[in-house]
């Protein structure tokens, strides 16, 4: 009997180093999906190195309350699945929110990004951000445009004056 404890105690501690340690978290409700719908989601997810788990409510409403996300107690009602992502914080959302919209089966429950319990409209906000790697193209051309500009103006007056000195 006391082994089964001890197996609980250690999922609880696993579940809670997963959401302490994870950048992005996503509650979901895949109750009506078909299994090769799951199957396709769980490619898509480790695809962006997103673990997909299901775990018993139970379990999960004791790791939330060892790590005080309390608010996640009134989301983990019915099949819960969990996506944690340690890298990227865009990917899973992005990912479940662009499946949801194909696969209405599929409903995001609630989230915790970086420690803190967030909403599905905020889960839906940050699916729309572009990735990582979009982000920072649009920070490298705000960064050059100066330079551009700059480049362009010398250009147009060493024009200007050779126009003049011909």
Do not use: C, W
């Not at 019915?78 to 340690?86: D, L």
């Not at 409209?121 to 979009?134: F, Q, S, V, Y």
Request: charged share 30%; no cysteine; net charge negative.
């Amino acid at each position: 009997m006391s082994s089964i404890v001890e197996q609980k105690k250690q999922l609880v501690t696993e579940i809670a180093d997963k959401l302490r340690d994870s950048q992005s978290t996503i509650f979901v409700d895949y109750r009506g999906l078909d299994v090769s719908e799951v199957t396709e989601l769980r490619k898509q997810l480790r695809d962006a190195n997103v673990e997909f788990r299901v775990y018993k409510n139970t379990m999960t409403r004791r790791a939330a309350e060892e790590l005080e996300l309390t608010d996640l107690n009134e989301h983990l009602v019915g099949p819960t699945a969990i996506a944690f992502s340690n890298e990227d914080v865009v990917a899973p959302a992005k990912i479940l929110n662009n499946f949801a919209k194909s696969h209405e089966a599929l409903e995001i429950k609630t989230g915790v990004i970086e420690g803190g319990v967030v909403s599905v409209e905020k889960i839906k906000e940050l699916a729309d951000l572009p990735n990582r790697e979009g982000l920072l193209s649009m920070l490298l051309s705000v960064l050059q445009a100066p330079m551009r500009n700059m480049a362009l103006a010398t250009k147009a007056v060493a024009d200007q004056k050779e126009e003049q000195g011909a």
